[in-house]
């Protein structure tokens, strides 16, 4: 190393450093612009598609189980009974957000469009428990029981009219047993309707 | 210190009755809690003033929670750190261990008795001062050698052995910086050398513009006692990336607050050093502060004194935010191939420009022309 070398480091490092003592001279005087977002005052704007927690609309929901099969990490889990109008009744609808990864595969695959990426992102917790998103408040045993209940009702109610039918039939014109056996074969196959779990 | 047991045993007459050793002894205690206080309360503001300097520069805003603005950010730093859990890890040598952060602590702390904030106004006026401080600051270097050694971790002994080595190679470099400043006042004592700064020329009475080689001598210092102190452009001890911060890992809580108070105190005492050698100290331009009536020559240094101080101590913020981190090699290199060779080279110049000008520098030379 010679000493015009030698001499010229020296002049490089006492010109870069006073070039970057300008620089940070300027935004220690003159700050332009705060990065500092005073996070629980001040919130991030969530962009549109943002994939947050997910929400489930039970209204909308089917209970068609398409998004439990799809989940790769099996995070959401739903138990549903049989309706008295033939329709699924969610029972139980859980989507433990401590697993999910937010892949976005269930709310595409949702057919009545009733799950949702929201723009939630903050559920810190010490508990395990608390991340599991409850989206029935009731127990799962408590509403398959009324299902089951309406259910029986309706039954009861189908097969009094079909009784009453018949016998409106029977004055009118006293006719086949077919009808009547149909009816009754309905209302003895109510009293277990919908145990079916489309779950697994 | 005889001289000022005196006056004060002459002030209250009612202290004539005791002992003179008493009245001195009481007198070293008081100087020493009023330094510690300062101490304490600088290294306190310092830590804060520090992060503020920070979050400007890096266009953030930086603590702003405790109290008005976050001024009272560093006492619930400091509350925290002294309730928090104290750990000696199983196999650490606990003594040591223990022992490490109070040398640290007492390494810059004890620097702070020579440092003249005023006329008269130092805690004792050794007349080996400079000597002293830089005698007592390398037990700063035992300290972190102890610390990373105790800890039983390789990362500290790495962090230890990286501190020792640069503190060690930089003690060189600020020494030979600060010797112009001794040779121009003919005295070790930092009074003495304060003194030597006033005058008739105001700001050209400082040693730093004293001649060429002093201006010189003034940023040599500088950038080798910022090397000393571990400050950012050279913080290779702490390099948290890769030494998961060094020598300190182990520790937690009041012990880690010590090697914390121990960094800014060392900022100030480099500052104040900086101030005393190189920027006329506590003299203020075309006024004697000797010769104020009273206690307000005294008042009046001290302000100064303290003013210049905390600018030297924000300029070390402000190079500490901009640089970024040397490399070990680039770093021994700049000690040894650079600051060395300067820091001598410039000692040469001042001798043989007190030798050849008759101990005058440029001011009085052009004065005398014009005489």
Redesign the interface.
């Known amino acids: 190393m010679g000493l015009r070398e030698y001499m010229n480091d020296i002049l490089e490092a006492v010109v870069t450093t006073a070039k970057g003592m300008r620089i940070t001279a300027r935004y220690g005087v003159d700050p332009k612009e705060e990065v500092t977002l005073q996070y629980p005052e001040e919130r991030w704007e969530v962009p549109e598609r943002f994939r947050g927690f997910l929400h489930n609309d039970v209204k909308k929901c089917t209970a068609c189980t398409m998004c439990v099969k799809v989940c790769p990490v099996d995070c959401i889990s739903l138990e549903s009974v049989r309706g008295a109008d033939k329709k699924m009744v969610l029972a139980s609808y859980d989507i433990n957000i401590g697993r999910c990864m937010y892949c976005g595969l269930c709310v595409e695959v949702c057919p009545p469009k009733s799950l949702t990426h929201t723009g939630g992102y903050e559920k810190a917790s010490t508990d395990r428990g608390e991340l599991i998103l409850h989206f029935i408040e009731e127990d799962a045993a408590e509403v398959k029981a009324r299902v089951a209940r309406q259910v029986a009702e309706a039954a009861a109610k189908a097969a009094e009219a079909a009784k009453a039918a018949e016998a409106a039939k029977a004055a009118e014109a006293p006719e086949a047993a077919d009808p009547s056996s149909e009816a009754g074969k309905a209302a003895g196959g109510d009293p277990k309707p919908a145990k079916e779990e489309p779950k697994e | 210190m005889e001289a000022l047991t005196l006056s004060l045993v002459k002030a209250v007459p009612a202290l004539g009755a005791a002992p003179l050793w008493a009245v001195s002894l009481l007198l070293m205690v008081a100087s020493g809690v009023v330094v510690l206080v300062f101490a304490l309360t600088f290294e306190g503001v310092g830590s804060l003033v520090l992060r503020k ?1 920070a ?7 930086g603590p702003n929670r405790v109290g008005p603005n976050g001024i009272l950010q560093f006492l619930a730093d400091g509350v925290k750190l002294v309730l928090k859990e104290d750990i000696v890890p199983a196999k650490a040598d606990a003594l040591l261990f223990k022992l490490a952060p109070y040398l640290v602590f007492v390494g810059s702390f004890a620097a702070f008795v020579v440092v003249p904030f005023g006329v008269g106004l130092s805690a004792a006026d050794l007349n080996i001062g400079i000597y002293y401080v830089m005698a007592v600051t390398s037990l700063v270097v035992i300290g972190v050698l102890l610390a990373g050694w105790a800890s039983n971790n390789k990362w500290a002994l790495l962090g230890g052995m990286r501190a020792a080595a640069q503190i060690v190679s930089y003690e060189i470099p600020v020494g030979m910086a600060l010797i112009p400043a001794v040779l121009i006042a003919g005295s070790l004592s930092l009074q003495d050398i304060v003194r030597s700064q006033g005058g008739l020329f105001g700001l050209f009475g400082w040693n730093l513009f004293h001649n060429p080689f002093t201006f010189f001598s003034f940023f040599l210092y500088f950038t080798a006692a910022q090397a000393e102190t571990n400050q950012t452009p050279f913080d290779l001890p702490e390099a948290e990336s890769e030494l998961v911060s060094g020598y300190n890992v182990e520790y937690s809580g009041i012990r880690f607050g010590l090697f914390f108070l121990a960094e800014f105190g060392d900022m100030f005492i480099v500052a104040a050093l900086a101030t005393a050698c190189f920027l006329g100290g506590w003299n203020v331009p075309f006024i004697r502060a000797e010769a104020l009536p009273g206690i307000w020559g005294s008042l009046l240094s001290l302000g100064v004194f303290l003013g210049k101080a905390f600018a030297m101590v924000l300029v070390m913020m ?2 500490r ?3 970024p981190r040397l490399r070990v090699d680039q770093l021994m290199r700049m000690s040894w191939k ?1 600051l060395v060779p ?1 820091t001598f080279v410039n000692l040469l110049g001042v001798s043989l420009w007190l030798l050849v000008f008759d101990g005058k520098g440029i001011p009085e030379l052009i004065a005398s022309l014009a005489g």
């Open positions: 300097v979050g400007d520069i890096q266009a953030r805003i402000w190079v935010w901009t640089l650079y300067l």
